[in-house]
């Protein structure tokens, strides 16, 4: 084994599973950190697809129990017949756009300065929103995952769209656009990561597909190590944010990308740092 690439690919995982479910962009830090890092694999998309999956399956793990409860409840209850339908519904607008627009996106905007734009965007509205709402002593209409209705659904499912924009951040567009639909800190959060087990289950069946070539039994080492350290970062992220998310608001991630994304532009600007390739 390239020890090397072994410990890339294990920083690759553990920053995939600490962002993936934080507003702060996974996407947007990958890219960044495979420029500083020079992560260069022919397996780089199926690489990209086994840490993703070590992320989502921290999540499916950490509500096994309400998955478990729902499925069991597809027939004959009432409210778990409305979360799922609720997934579905937030979930087919990014979709339908994902599969349109992939390739064109990827072109254009998988590069650490567009990713360093949407950073320092995305906190200014996320500060925006924290404002909008301390002004107004704000009071949420749904408190519980089991309140939102489809309308809130079909309208966080457009507010994920804005994710397919490298920087943006999926849980961020979700969290932040729910709380603006009326949703609390934490259903808003917890509706997420519902949302993200379709949203990224299946953006990663069709990148895998994409990539099937790159599906190598000698690159198993790599993907197992990335694999791991994506599940244990996220387990221990998840848990962490639901706690956070019930005592704090969102300035801090705010401020994080703010920061961390103008330090890309300013290096970029001034020429002390390649962002190019």
């Known amino acids: 084994m390239d020890w090397i690439l072994a410990l890339k690919a294990l920083l690759l995982g553990l920053v995939e599973g600490l962002t993936e479910f934080l507003p702060v962009s996974s996407t947007g830090h990958l890219i960044v950190v495979e420029d500083l890092v020079r992560f260069r694999t022919g397996s780089r998309e199926a690489f990209l697809v086994a840490i993703q999956g070590g992320a989502i399956l921290a999540v499916c793990w950490e509500f096994r129990a309400r998955l478990w409860h729902m499925l069991r409840g597809l027939t004959h209850d009432a409210a778990e017949q409305r979360l799922a339908l609720n997934v579905v519904i937030a979930f087919i607008p990014a979709a339908v756009l994902g599969v349109l627009f992939k390739r064109l996106i990827e072109a254009v905007l998988f590069f650490s300065v567009p990713v360093a734009a949407a950073l320092v965007v995305g906190g200014l509205v996320i500060l925006w929103v924290e404002r909008v709402h301390a002004a107004r002593d704000y009071h949420p209409r749904v408190n519980s995952l089991d309140e939102i209705r489809p309308m809130d659904a079909f309208k966080i499912g457009c507010a994920q769209c804005f994710a397919l924009i490298p920087g943006t951040s999926r849980s961020g ?43 190598h039994a000698a690159d198993l080492p790599i993907f197992a190590l990335g694999f791991v350290a994506a599940f244990v970062s996220a387990l221990l992220c998840v848990r962490w944010l639901l706690r956070y998310v019930a005592h704090h608001d969102f300035r801090a991630f705010a401020w994080y990308r703010i920061v961390f994304g103008g330090v890309i532009l300013l290096t970029a600007w001034l020429g002390w740092v390649d962002w190019s390739d």
């Open 173 to 215: 567009a979700t969290i932040i656009g729910g709380i603006l639909f009326g949703l609390s800190r934490t259903a808003a959060t917890e509706f997420s990561f519902f949302l993200a087990m379709p949203t990224v289950i299946g953006a990663s069946v069709y990148a895998l597909y994409e990539a099937r070539a790159q599906l």
